[in-house]
Each structure stands twice: as C-alpha cells, then as structure tokens.
C-alpha cells in the first residue's frame, strides 16, 4: 500500500507551507504504521518542531507551546527500531534532504512521536535512525522544506537550544 503524508505547517512568517512525504511501509512497516495512526488521529495538530539542525534537520512530534510555556505531547508508547544498527536490514532510506525519520534516545527501541525531517545530508545517521519516507515532489514541497530549514532559533532553556523562534507550528499531518 502506498501512502502519502501531507503536513500543513505554518512558518515563521504566518504562510501556510506544504510538504508531501511518501511513506515506505516495505522499509519500516512499524514506523510507518505508529506514524499513520497518530497522524490520522489528530496527534501531530498544533504541535510545533522544537529542534532545528541547521543544514541538518527539523524535529518535531513531541511538543506544543500555550501561554509562552512548552508543555510535551501525550506520551505514546515505544516501537521497534527498524535500521541497520538494530538489526533491521530492510531499511535502506538514507537521510538526505527531505527524508523523514523517527527520532529516538540512545536506546535503539525507543521512538515513539518524534519524527525529523531532513533538511541536508547525513550518512552517518545512515542504518542508526529509522527512516520511513521521502519527500514527493521537487518543486513545492522541496521549496517549503528548505524555507523551513532557514528559520531562526534561539536557547529557550529546558535543554532547547535550537528551538525555531517565532514558532514552526504543525497545523495539520495528513496520511492518505
């Protein structure tokens, strides 16, 4: 089966930005599958991308902002880590720009929300990260991704050093 995911989110000058990831389910049939339901659910609306890697990647899934304070997500549970380190051999995404890939501590099965979305060239996240899509089309979604990945951030404490500010906000992800 094939999927597309469309994200809606809104930049830091108030634009609407579209970015269309094909999911891979024959890659990362587990990533993929936690992705679709929280994204059909609702889950990822109105969260906002708490990270940038300039050159490197957006990452978001695991936070919103209300009254000026960053609260976290509702907790989802854990999946399985579907990359080479783990000894997952089906994946073989790389993470070049416009890949997305769930996020993860450094325990290999711990991926629950949080996805990135590449904004560069990283081999050596390569067979460490479970990539599960890849950006669609060269023209509106490439050109929305690499907007997004010039915005500004700043230390906002908490551990946030590179927190996109104004806010890149998720306004919606849908999974058709």
Not at 5 to 11: H, K, N
Not at 51 to 72: A, S, W
Not at 76 to 98: L, M, P, R
Not at 120 to 141: H, K, L
Request: include cysteine.
């Amino acid at each position: 089966m094939q999927y597309i995911a469309t994200f809606v989110i809104t930049d830091q000058d108030g634009t609407d930005r579209i970015v269309k990831i094909q999911l891979h389910p024959d890659k990362a049939p587990k990533s993929v599958e936690n992705f679709v339901k929280l994204a059909n659910s609702g889950y990822y609306n109105g969260l906002c991308f708490h990270r940038i890697v300039p050159g490197g990647c957006l990452q978001g899934g695991g936070y919103k902002v209300e009254n000026f304070t960053i609260e976290e997500a509702p907790e989802v549970d854990s999946i399985y880590g579907e990359f080479a380190s783990n000894g997952w051999t089906q994946n073989d995404i790389k993470h070049v720009f416009g890949t997305i890939s769930m996020a993860r501590t450094s325990i290999p099965d711990s991926a629950t929300s949080q996805f990135f979305l590449c904004i560069g060239s990283y081999p050596s996240w390569d067979g460490e990260y479970a990539a599960f899509g890849t950006i669609v089309d060269e023209q509106e979604s490439k050109a929305n991704l690499t907007i997004l990945g010039e915005s500004t951030y700043g230390y906002v404490g908490g551990g946030f050093t590179t927190f996109p500010y104004p806010l890149l906000v998720i306004k919606s992800v849908s999974v058709a």
